[in-house]
């Protein structure tokens, strides 16, 4: 504990909630002390946090207190605070860890950035991408050829005239005819053929390099795109949605920037770098290519040292960006309670805030951007006129002559053009491998959740799929269990219902059963085989669910609901909309089945959106069905229409739900009765109601406050249960809609 309490203040200098602020920013420099710490004592940090879960025990917690005080009169208090103060340094080691395990994910080095980056350029076994990339590289060396060349024939154009010129300046017809010779326009059309024709070459290279570079962003992108959805569940709920689409969203633009800036503009500027400074030399002499490359090291120092004091500015550009996006996506999502407490302009305020330091940065980038310009200007400015000076003593000597000096300062001035662009690549190539490391590192992130590499296909049809859990134990945070040895038995072809009170454990068993979660302890087995020795996709295959909070997709209706069974026909998709008792209400709308309906289905209404829902996992008609709270927007009427019509088409189907409204599962076969994460009672509704003072008595009674005191019996059976419309029934009270003179209710 001392050791804990004593590695705890090393990292009290920081604090976790923006540390996880950092993350979400996507900004390596928001805290680089932080950052450059938590890389570091990654490992030590991680020891710490199962060290701090292991404290976080009152009862080790009062031992530790015994040993060092005789007074047990003050040990229960000592105790109580060194537990609340460890449960703190939980929380904040959790928060830290969940950073270093989800945030940082491995560590990718440049070089292993660029490596990666330089694969998906030349991806294995596609020869396709493979010869177009090639093809652009044999461009790029035909146009750096002629473009380096251009000044050669500019040099021969300008001693072929100087040569030709009068003495006496006095030009006449004959000295025109002389001076525009076959010679001389043949090296004039040359000049101007080599810097089309280079220009030509770097726009076909643009050209042919832009489908390599578009395929491996797009490949690139799908990958991490499958490896998040292949991630577990904890990984998305501790994660904000919008700043890792933005992650992704800044990681491929990035790539784009850096592919085409190292194959087509740092690799290539060096080697004219290098092909000049070797052509003044050979040319021009030694001092030429000592001026050139002092100008150069210089604008390249320059660069770098404002680059770096500008950094800053950007990386508080992009934290203001994330903040303000994140604000705009959450206050838009909830804009049902927004309207609901009139806080409209509050949220604009709140907005604007981010928007302000937005604006505050973008002004400190704009100005310090026109002072590196500035400064790279005056720098090759600086560099000209000494080679200019040079060439001039040069022709004074008589050493050189006009075309040379002409030849030395369009070689330096064709180098302004690649190296005012490298400036700012620099600047986004340094970005750009934050964002792609950002990116990438995602790719490294292990789920929770992984398959055995000799897990098997789950068999199970409608007739075997029968479902178990075995001594379950489970809690989302440690020490903390909403299950507790949960011991329950779901038999194949039929309908299990569970209930009990909020945080009871009910949703918890869906998020098991699918594998979204792995108990800390126990078993769970669906047709005997155990989930967890299964392949994922096939245990997903075979399970329906209908959850409580009905999210569907920014589409059309026949969208959601096909998305049940993509293979759908139309036909199939009407069939469960009717089932669902969806189809009527979707013809009155304008466009029918082709309705969009708008963000996360806010143009539904809820009891709409749960039908979608129900009729989605009817048409993916696996062999177990789960229905999570499955009807809880709908009104009486219609819940008991659809489950009426659901009884044929789900018929021999494994059914559990999870139910709140007890009466949605009075013909369960058999009821679960959960509290404190274990099975209190089970059995029918009409046994459980005959115990004496059971806990699913008191949840109906609280539930049917106003009924008939109920007299249990088992029900009478009755061939037309269509036709049960209503639910006063439900406490054998006799009703004309539903039982007969002289007779029991028809359920």
């Given amino acids: 504990m001392q050791n804990t309490l004593r590695n705890y203040e090393l990292l009290l200098p920081y604090n976790a909630s923006k540390a996880i602020s950092a993350v979400e920013s996507t900004d390596e420099n928001y805290l680089p002390q932080f950052l450059v710490w938590i890389r570091k004592e990654s490992k030590n940090v991680t020891e710490l946090h199962m060290e701090t879960r292991k404290w976080a025990d009152p009862e080790l917690l009062s031992s530790w207190c015994k040993q060092s005080s005789a007074d047990d009169a003050c040990c229960d208090v000592r105790a109580e605070i060194h537990y609340r103060f460890t449960e703190i340094i939980c929380r904040f080691i959790e928060s830290i860890y969940q950073f270093v395990q989800f945030s940082l994910g491995k560590q990718i080095s440049t070089a292993e950035l660029v490596k990666t980056m330089l694969r998906s350029v030349w991806p294995k076994g596609n020869w396709k991408i493979r010869r177009l990339y090639i093809y652009s590289m044999a461009l790029l060396i035909v146009a750096k050829i002629l473009n380096v060349y251009v000044p050669f024939l500019l040099k021969n154009v300008i001693n072929y005239y100087n040569e030709r010129v009068p003495t006496d300046l006095q030009l006449n017809a004959d000295s025109y005819s002389s001076m525009f010779g076959i010679a001389a326009f043949s090296i004039v059309v040359t000049y101007g053929a080599a810097r089309s024709g280079s220009a030509l070459f770097n726009e076909l290279r643009n050209a042919v390099f832009a489908r390599v570079a578009q395929y491996s962003i797009r490949s690139i992108a799908r990958q991490i795109f499958l490896h998040l959805h292949s991630l577990d569940l904890s990984f ?91 604000r705009a996506i959450d206050s838009l999502i909830n804009y049902e309670t927004v309207k609901y407490f009139n806080n409209e302009k509050f949220e604009a305020d709140r907005y604007d805030f981010f928007l302000k330091k937005y604006e505050i940065a973008a002004l400190k980038t704009s100005t310090s951007l026109a002072f590196l310009n500035f400064a790279q200007n005056a720098i090759f400015s600086g560099g000209l006129v000494a080679v200019m000076c040079l060439a001039a003593a040069e022709i004074q000597k008589g050493t050189m002559n006009v075309g040379d000096l002409v030849l030395a300062n369009t070689l330096l001035f064709q180098l302004s053009v690649p ?73 194949s072809g039929k309908k299990v219902a ?9 949703s918890t068993i869906v998020r098991l059963l699918y594998r979204l979660f792995d108990p800390q302890d126990g078993e769970i087995c669906v047709n005997g085989q155990k989930i967890s020795d299964v392949q994922l996709e096939s245990l997903r295959k075979m399970i329906s669910v209908v959850p409580q ?60 959106k749960q039908r979608v829902a ?69 059995g029918s509704h009409f046994e459980l109601l005959a115990k004496h003072d059971s806990r699913y008595s008191d949840l109906w009674k609280s539930q049917h406050k106003y009924a008939e005191v109920v007299q249990s019996k088992e029900p009478i059976s009755h061939k037309h249960e269509s036709e049960h419309l209503h639910l006063e029934s439900l406490d054998n009270r006799r009703d004309d809609n539903c039982c007969r003179s002289g007779g029991g209710c028809k359920r």
């Fill in 236 to 326: 998305h709920l501790s994660r904000q949605t919008g700043g890792m689409s933005k992650a992704i969203d800044r990681g491929t633009r990035g790539m784009a920037f850096v592919q085409s800036a190292l194959v087509f503009n740092v690799v290539p500027t060096a080697i004219e770098v290098a092909m000049v400074s070797g052509l003044l030399y050979v040319n021009c002499g030694p001092s030429f290519t000592l001026a050139t490359l002092g100008c150069l090291s210089t604008y390249t120092i320059a660069t770098l040292a404002i680059t770096k004091w500008r950094t800053k500015f950007r990386h508080q550009m992009n934290q203001a960006d994330n903040d303000a996006s994140s």
């Fill in 419 to 491: 190296l005012n662009f490298l400036g700012s690549v620099y600047r986004e190539i340094k970005q750009g491998l934050v964002d792609m490391q950002l990116m990438f590192s995602l790719l490294y992130l292990k789920s929770n959740i992984t398959e055995k590499p000799d897990a098997s296909p789950l068999k199970v049809d409608v007739g075997n799929s029968s479902i178990s859990f075995r001594d379950v134990t489970f809690g989302y945070l440690p020490g903390q269990h909403i299950l507790k040895g949960l011991n329950l038995d779901i038999p």
């Fill in 498 to 506: 569970i209930v009990g009170g909020s945080g009871s454990g009910k």
């Fill in 549 to 608: 909070d009905s999210v569907l997709f920014h589409d059309t209706i026949y969208y959601n609901i096909q998305y049940g069974n993509p293979a759908a026909s139309m036909e199939e998709v009407l069939y469960v909309s009717k089932l669902a008792n969806l189809h009527d209400s979707v013809i009155r709308f304008k466009d029918g089945y082709n309705t969009v309906v708008g963000e996360r289905g806010l143009k539904l209404s809820g009891g709409e």
């Fill in 614 to 682: 129900i009729a989605r996992a009817l048409l993916k008609n696996a062999p177990i069905i789960v229905y999570d709270e499955a009807t809880s927007s709908l009104d009486a009427l219609t819940e008991e229409s659809i489950m009426s019509s659901m009884r044929n088409a789900v018929q021999q189907h494994t059914s559990l739900f999870i139910a709140h409204r007890l009466a949605t599962i009075i013909d369960a076969d058999i009821i679960y009765v959960l509290e404190n994460g274990k099975v209190i009672e089970s």
